[in-house]
């Protein structure tokens, strides 16, 4: 089971994002404390704004006083909104919230029931409820949670998976909050260098992307005033109307997204995470065939490959996302041997190179070809690929070499032809 957390200054948006989805009958309320309650026994914006409003004082010191808490269990378990209700208040109890106003949501518009809660962060002489070390004590009550109900544990996996992304469809409905299901987690969470590349990691999820331009001063200069978000059809083409990048909260925005650049160049470098994507398609170059099964052995290891051709075939871009560390890189920034143009060149000579294999064990032996290799200072941009993987595979240096060079022949050959 997961808890994730969230504050905010906005307790309509907090309300309405739940309500809403209670007027369309996919959430209801299992529990209410220190909630009006309507005769009927249901609960409407109104009655809920107006308690949590009288709970609220004047003022208060912090910016965020609003609680929002998203409680995720396993799909595999299976709970009575009894239970739910159980979970959530010994939840709110246990974090320090228990005698404050909140209201209990079970969303049942995907195929995993979860609950959200919503409350406040401050009590009622304006002081605000502790909130130190607030996920690691979230984390310890949600081990005690799956103990007592006998729940399905979240390792370190199942944590990262929880909230998996889905592509958006148009003919489903509700675009506005499918866009907001992938576009929130990754402006917060995924790493990505430039506006291109957090177009391209979108668009794997059917979202398009776009920069609004216009006058942007009284002298008349144009500039970027914003972003726009639309939905995408299967061929990459809009559908619908677009959406402001303000209703998808401030890190969809421009600016914000402009800082993220920065903090992602950062951080990609401070923790290496470039190594594993280049020792991944490395290894899956090599054992490869065709540029289907490269893509398919890629996906294996939670990347995605994107190529871009042009009219002629040529493929002229190469993006690899890597789910597993949440980042996504130009192919050349990982390295000229996994450009385009490597790419192009190792499909162009794909049925020459599953040709040399078959008789690879015999061009062994010969040890000409790495003083040749290393002697030829022309090069290309699959020479770097071939160095980098044998800096990772020591063993397997002869099989390498060999390949080496016969790429190195064919084009050369190829060049010959031309002329």
């Known amino acids: 089971m997961i808890a994730k957390i969230s504050s905010s200054n906005n307790l309509y948006g907090a ?28 609960f409407d914006m109104r009655t809920c704004l107006q308690s949590f409003e009288s709970c609220l004082p004047a003022k208060y010191r912090t910016e965020k006083p609003i609680l929002h808490v998203s409680i995720n269990p396993d799909p595999k378990d299976k709970l009575t909104d009894e239970q739910l209700s159980e979970i959530a208040q010994i939840y709110m109890q246990k974090m320090g919230y228990g005698d404050q106003p909140f209201i209990v949501y079970k969303h049942e518009d995907i195929e995993r029931e979860h609950i959200h809660i919503v409350s406040l962060r401050v009590d009622e002489n304006g002081k605000k409820i502790d909130s130190a070390f607030e996920h690691r004590r979230s984390m310890d009550v949600c081990r005690e949670l799956e103990q007592k109900y006998g729940l399905v544990a979240a390792d370190k996996k199942r944590r990262q998976d929880v909230l998996p992304l889905k592509k958006v469809d148009y003919e489903k409905g509700d675009v506005k909050q499918q866009l907001a299901n992938v576009i929130r987690p990754i402006s917060k969470e995924w790493y990505f260098q430039s506006f291109n590349e957090y177009k391209t990691l979108l668009s794997i999820y059917n979202i398009g992307v776009e920069e609004v331009k216009g006058v942007k ?46 903090k992602s160049k950062e951080i990609i470098k401070e923790k290496g995470l470039k190594e594993r994507s280049k020792k991944v398609i490395s290894e899956a170059l090599l054992n490869c065939k065709s540029r289907p099964e490269l893509e398919k052995a890629l996906a294996k290891q939670n990347i995605s490959a994107i190529f871009r051709e042009n009219e002629q075939g040529r493929i002229y871009g190469a993006t690899f996302i890597d789910h597993e560390q949440k980042c996504i890189f130009n192919g050349s920034s990982l390295g000229k041997e996994f450009s385009a143009n490597t790419f192009n060149d190792i499909f162009s000579l794909n049925h020459d190179l599953q040709d040399y294999k078959i008789t690879l064990k015999q061009e062994q032996e010969s040890s000409q070809s790495f003083n040749h290799v290393n002697q030829d200072s022309r090069g290309s941009d699959l020479d770097g690929f071939f160095d980098f993987f044998s800096v990772n595979q020591e063993s397997d240096i002869s099989d390498e070499i060999a390949e080496h060079d016969l790429i190195r022949r064919l084009k050369k050959k190829k060049k010959q032809q031309r002329i």
């Open 217 to 262: 001063s009284p002298s008349g200069d144009l500039g970027v005033l914003g972003l726009s978000y639309s939905a995408l059809n299967a061929k990459g083409e809009k559908v619908g109307a677009p959406f402001k990048s303000s209703l998808f909260g401030k890190e969809a925005g421009y600016e914000a997204l402009n800082s993220r650049y920065v």
């Open 15 to 42: 309300l309405a994002y739940n309500q809403t989805k209670v007027d369309k009958e996919k959430a209801k309320v299992i529990f209410a404390n220190k909630i009006i309650e309507n005769r009927d026994g249901t």
